[in-house]
Protein backbone atom coordinates (compact mmCIF):
# COMPACT_ATOMS: atom_id res chain seq x y z
CA UNK A 1 0.00 0.00 0.00
CA UNK A 2 1.57 3.42 -1.49
CA UNK A 3 2.12 5.81 1.79
CA UNK A 4 2.51 9.40 1.31
CA UNK A 5 4.50 11.42 4.12
CA UNK A 6 4.75 15.16 3.77
CA UNK A 7 6.93 17.25 6.17
CA UNK A 8 7.21 20.84 6.13
CA UNK A 9 8.68 23.73 8.05
CA UNK A 10 6.61 26.85 8.25
CA UNK A 11 8.25 29.93 8.25
CA UNK A 12 7.55 33.45 7.87
CA UNK A 13 8.32 34.30 3.91
CA UNK A 14 5.48 35.72 2.36
CA UNK A 15 4.41 34.18 -1.15
CA UNK A 16 2.65 35.60 -3.77
CA UNK A 17 -1.04 34.57 -4.22
CA UNK A 18 -1.63 32.35 -7.00
CA UNK A 19 -5.36 31.81 -8.08
CA UNK A 20 -7.66 30.13 -5.89
CA UNK A 21 -9.00 27.22 -8.88
CA UNK A 22 -6.75 24.34 -7.71
CA UNK A 23 -7.07 20.79 -8.46
CA UNK A 24 -7.30 20.31 -4.42
CA UNK A 25 -10.36 22.43 -4.57
CA UNK A 26 -12.23 20.84 -7.61
CA UNK A 27 -12.45 17.28 -5.07
CA UNK A 28 -13.57 19.24 -2.10
CA UNK A 29 -17.45 18.15 -3.05
CA UNK A 30 -16.39 14.60 -3.50
CA UNK A 31 -17.71 11.60 -1.46
CA UNK A 32 -15.52 8.66 -2.63
CA UNK A 33 -16.78 8.40 -6.48
CA UNK A 34 -20.18 10.08 -5.97
CA UNK A 35 -20.32 13.87 -6.30
CA UNK A 36 -22.14 15.44 -3.22
CA UNK A 37 -23.22 19.48 -1.90
CA UNK A 38 -20.27 20.82 -0.22
CA UNK A 39 -22.91 21.33 2.95
CA UNK A 40 -23.41 17.89 3.18
CA UNK A 41 -19.95 16.35 3.24
CA UNK A 42 -19.22 16.90 6.40
CA UNK A 43 -22.24 15.25 7.84
CA UNK A 44 -21.47 12.33 5.31
CA UNK A 45 -17.95 11.56 6.05
CA UNK A 46 -18.97 11.66 10.03
CA UNK A 47 -21.18 9.06 9.79
CA UNK A 48 -18.83 6.40 7.97
CA UNK A 49 -16.41 7.39 11.41
CA UNK A 50 -18.72 6.89 13.84
CA UNK A 51 -19.35 3.30 11.79
CA UNK A 52 -16.33 2.28 11.72
CA UNK A 53 -14.74 3.92 14.75
CA UNK A 54 -14.76 0.58 17.19
CA UNK A 55 -12.99 -1.43 14.66
CA UNK A 56 -10.61 1.33 13.53
CA UNK A 57 -7.49 0.28 14.85
CA UNK A 58 -8.24 -3.51 14.19
CA UNK A 59 -8.91 -2.82 10.26
CA UNK A 60 -6.29 -0.39 9.99
CA UNK A 61 -4.09 -3.75 11.11
CA UNK A 62 -5.62 -5.93 8.50
CA UNK A 63 -6.05 -4.00 5.55
CA UNK A 64 -2.47 -2.22 6.18
CA UNK A 65 -0.98 -5.70 6.98
CA UNK A 66 0.47 -3.33 10.28
CA UNK A 67 2.49 -1.36 7.99
CA UNK A 68 0.33 1.44 9.16
CA UNK A 69 2.20 1.25 12.60
CA UNK A 70 6.03 1.62 10.71
CA UNK A 71 4.11 4.95 8.94
CA UNK A 72 2.94 6.33 12.18
CA UNK A 73 6.59 5.86 13.52
CA UNK A 74 8.55 7.45 10.97
CA UNK A 75 5.94 10.60 10.87
CA UNK A 76 6.43 11.03 14.46
CA UNK A 77 10.53 11.05 13.91
CA UNK A 78 10.45 13.47 11.61
CA UNK A 79 8.21 15.38 14.19
CA UNK A 80 11.15 15.37 16.76
CA UNK A 81 9.27 15.70 19.76
CA UNK A 82 10.20 17.45 22.31
CA UNK A 83 9.17 18.27 26.49
CA UNK A 84 7.10 20.98 26.70
CA UNK A 85 5.91 21.19 23.34
CA UNK A 86 2.43 22.50 21.90
CA UNK A 87 1.24 19.65 19.75
CA UNK A 88 -2.29 19.28 17.54
CA UNK A 89 -2.76 16.18 16.11
CA UNK A 90 -5.63 16.72 13.72
CA UNK A 91 -7.99 13.82 12.53
CA UNK A 92 -6.88 11.37 15.53
CA UNK A 93 -9.39 10.34 17.51
CA UNK A 94 -7.93 7.30 18.21
CA UNK A 95 -4.93 8.80 19.63
CA UNK A 96 -2.24 6.68 17.67
CA UNK A 97 -0.17 9.51 17.04
CA UNK A 98 -0.81 11.32 20.16
CA UNK A 99 0.49 8.24 22.15
CA UNK A 100 3.33 7.76 20.02
CA UNK A 101 4.91 11.68 20.52
CA UNK A 102 3.68 11.18 24.13
CA UNK A 103 5.81 8.20 24.72
CA UNK A 104 8.83 9.66 22.72
CA UNK A 105 8.66 12.86 25.09
CA UNK A 106 8.43 10.26 27.96
CA UNK A 107 11.07 8.80 26.53
CA UNK A 108 13.37 11.76 26.01
CA UNK A 109 13.48 12.94 29.61
CA UNK A 110 13.45 9.55 31.46
CA UNK A 111 17.06 9.57 29.40
CA UNK A 112 17.79 12.86 30.37
CA UNK A 113 20.01 13.63 33.59
CA UNK A 114 17.29 14.01 36.53
CA UNK A 115 17.27 17.10 37.49
CA UNK A 116 14.09 18.27 40.66
CA UNK A 117 14.10 21.44 38.87
CA UNK A 118 12.87 19.89 35.58
CA UNK A 119 10.40 17.80 36.40
CA UNK A 120 7.46 19.79 35.48
CA UNK A 121 8.48 19.50 32.26
CA UNK A 122 6.67 16.52 31.08
CA UNK A 123 3.46 17.95 32.88
CA UNK A 124 3.65 21.29 31.12
CA UNK A 125 3.77 19.22 27.68
CA UNK A 126 0.13 19.22 25.74
CA UNK A 127 -0.62 17.14 22.99
CA UNK A 128 -4.11 18.10 21.56
CA UNK A 129 -6.26 15.66 20.20
CA UNK A 130 -8.66 16.88 17.47
CA UNK A 131 -11.32 15.61 15.79
CA UNK A 132 -14.71 16.14 14.55
CA UNK A 133 -16.08 12.57 15.23
CA UNK A 134 -16.79 12.03 18.67
CA UNK A 135 -16.62 8.54 18.85
CA UNK A 136 -13.27 8.41 17.30
CA UNK A 137 -12.44 10.41 20.60
CA UNK A 138 -14.51 7.97 22.45
CA UNK A 139 -11.78 5.06 21.47
CA UNK A 140 -9.33 7.22 21.79
CA UNK A 141 -10.11 7.78 25.49
CA UNK A 142 -10.99 4.16 26.34
CA UNK A 143 -7.57 3.24 24.08
CA UNK A 144 -5.61 5.71 26.54
CA UNK A 145 -7.28 4.41 29.68
CA UNK A 146 -6.43 1.05 29.15
CA UNK A 147 -2.60 2.43 28.44
CA UNK A 148 -2.45 4.09 32.15
CA UNK A 149 -2.63 7.59 30.37
CA UNK A 150 -6.24 8.18 31.27
CA UNK A 151 -5.65 11.01 34.03
CA UNK A 152 -2.63 12.56 31.74
CA UNK A 153 -2.91 15.63 31.53
CA UNK A 154 -0.54 15.82 28.43
CA UNK A 155 -3.11 14.29 26.56
CA UNK A 156 -6.63 16.86 25.96
CA UNK A 157 -8.94 15.42 24.15
CA UNK A 158 -10.63 18.05 21.73
CA UNK A 159 -14.23 17.94 19.26
CA UNK A 160 -13.28 20.74 16.68
CA UNK A 161 -13.71 21.01 13.00
CA UNK A 162 -10.03 20.58 11.06
CA UNK A 163 -11.60 23.81 8.70
CA UNK A 164 -12.21 25.70 11.70
CA UNK A 165 -10.11 24.94 14.93
CA UNK A 166 -10.75 26.71 18.18
CA UNK A 167 -6.70 27.33 18.87
CA UNK A 168 -5.16 30.54 19.09
CA UNK A 169 -2.75 32.22 16.57
CA UNK A 170 0.40 30.77 16.57
CA UNK A 171 0.17 28.66 19.80
CA UNK A 172 1.23 25.04 18.40
CA UNK A 173 4.95 23.93 18.32
CA UNK A 174 3.71 21.29 15.38
CA UNK A 175 0.53 20.08 13.85
CA UNK A 176 0.11 16.44 12.35
CA UNK A 177 -2.63 14.82 10.50
CA UNK A 178 -2.90 10.94 9.73
CA UNK A 179 -4.90 9.68 6.99
CA UNK A 180 -7.21 12.84 7.34
CA UNK A 181 -6.55 15.36 5.19
CA UNK A 182 -8.76 13.69 1.59
CA UNK A 183 -12.11 13.14 4.02
CA UNK A 184 -12.42 17.23 4.16
CA UNK A 185 -14.82 19.22 2.45
CA UNK A 186 -11.97 22.17 1.57
CA UNK A 187 -8.44 20.96 1.65
CA UNK A 188 -7.28 24.90 1.70
CA UNK A 189 -8.71 25.83 4.80
CA UNK A 190 -7.35 23.44 6.53
CA UNK A 191 -4.14 24.46 5.38
CA UNK A 192 -5.13 27.44 6.60
CA UNK A 193 -5.70 27.28 9.97
CA UNK A 194 -3.04 24.86 10.27
CA UNK A 195 -0.61 27.96 8.98
CA UNK A 196 -2.42 30.17 11.61
CA UNK A 197 -2.33 27.65 14.49
CA UNK A 198 1.47 26.94 14.03
CA UNK A 199 4.29 29.08 15.94
CA UNK A 200 7.07 30.46 13.56
CA UNK A 201 9.24 27.64 12.38
CA UNK A 202 6.32 25.43 13.82
CA UNK A 203 6.37 21.84 11.97
CA UNK A 204 3.39 20.43 9.99
CA UNK A 205 3.25 16.91 8.71
CA UNK A 206 0.67 15.05 6.82
CA UNK A 207 0.27 11.30 6.43
CA UNK A 208 -1.38 9.79 3.68
CA UNK A 209 -2.42 7.39 0.96
CA UNK A 210 -1.41 7.66 -2.29
CA UNK A 211 -1.90 6.21 -6.12
CA UNK A 212 0.69 3.13 -7.33
CA UNK A 213 1.50 3.84 -10.87
CA UNK A 214 3.76 1.36 -11.72
CA UNK A 215 1.08 -0.93 -14.28
CA UNK A 216 1.64 -4.84 -12.75
CA UNK A 217 1.49 -3.18 -9.35
CA UNK A 218 -1.35 -1.27 -9.71
CA UNK A 219 -3.37 -3.85 -10.99
CA UNK A 220 -3.08 -5.46 -7.70
CA UNK A 221 -3.54 -2.26 -5.76
CA UNK A 222 -6.87 -2.01 -7.10
CA UNK A 223 -7.83 -5.29 -6.86
CA UNK A 224 -6.87 -5.24 -3.60
CA UNK A 225 -8.47 -2.18 -2.93
CA UNK A 226 -11.89 -1.99 -4.33
CA UNK A 227 -12.47 -6.40 -3.43
CA UNK A 228 -10.74 -7.34 -0.62
CA UNK A 229 -10.74 -4.43 1.74
CA UNK A 230 -15.00 -3.82 1.82
CA UNK A 231 -15.40 -7.50 1.91
CA UNK A 232 -12.65 -7.42 5.17
CA UNK A 233 -15.03 -4.75 6.44
CA UNK A 234 -18.43 -6.40 6.04
CA UNK A 235 -16.86 -9.51 7.64
CA UNK A 236 -15.10 -7.94 10.37
CA UNK A 237 -17.23 -4.60 10.69
CA UNK A 238 -20.36 -5.59 8.94
CA UNK A 239 -19.96 -2.66 6.80
CA UNK A 240 -18.99 -2.65 3.56
CA UNK A 241 -20.43 0.72 2.14
CA UNK A 242 -18.13 2.71 4.60
CA UNK A 243 -14.81 0.76 3.52
CA UNK A 244 -16.11 1.39 -0.33
CA UNK A 245 -15.80 4.88 0.65
CA UNK A 246 -12.50 4.95 2.22
CA UNK A 247 -10.71 2.90 -0.90
CA UNK A 248 -13.17 5.57 -3.23
CA UNK A 249 -11.76 8.79 -1.59
CA UNK A 250 -7.79 7.77 -1.91
CA UNK A 251 -8.94 7.26 -5.55
CA UNK A 252 -10.17 10.95 -5.52
CA UNK A 253 -7.48 12.14 -3.60
CA UNK A 254 -5.05 14.13 -6.18
CA UNK A 255 -2.06 11.45 -6.99
CA UNK A 256 1.60 11.55 -5.63
CA UNK A 257 2.90 14.71 -8.28
CA UNK A 258 -0.55 16.72 -8.43
CA UNK A 259 -1.49 16.44 -4.79
CA UNK A 260 2.22 17.62 -3.62
CA UNK A 261 2.25 20.85 -5.61
CA UNK A 262 -1.62 21.57 -4.92
CA UNK A 263 -1.23 21.46 -1.32
CA UNK A 264 2.55 23.80 -1.43
CA UNK A 265 -0.18 26.11 -3.58
CA UNK A 266 -3.12 26.31 -1.29
CA UNK A 267 -0.06 26.50 1.90
CA UNK A 268 1.27 29.47 -0.13
CA UNK A 269 -2.33 30.92 -0.41
CA UNK A 270 -2.58 30.44 3.16
CA UNK A 271 0.68 32.29 4.19
CA UNK A 272 -0.16 34.93 1.65
CA UNK A 273 -3.19 35.87 3.74
CA UNK A 274 -2.38 36.08 6.77
Known sequence: ?????VSRKLGSRFFSIPSSSSQ???HATSFGFK?????????????????????YDLMNDLMS????RLWKDRLVSKLNPFPQMKHLDVAGGTGDVAFRILETVKSIKYRAIQDPLDDHLLEETQIYVCDINPNMLNVGKKRAIERG??????????????????????SMDGYTIAFGIRNVTHIEKVLSEAYRVLKRGGRFLCLELSHVEVPVFKDIYDYYSFSIIPALGELVAGDRES??????????????????????TQLRISIGLR
Open 24 to 26: LHS
Open 149 to 170: YGEDKSLVWVEGDAEALGFQDQ
Open 65 to 68: GGLH
Open 243 to 264: YQYLVESIRRFPPQGDGLQGMK
Open 35 to 55: EVKEEDKSQLVSNVFSNVASN
Open 1 to 5: MALRL
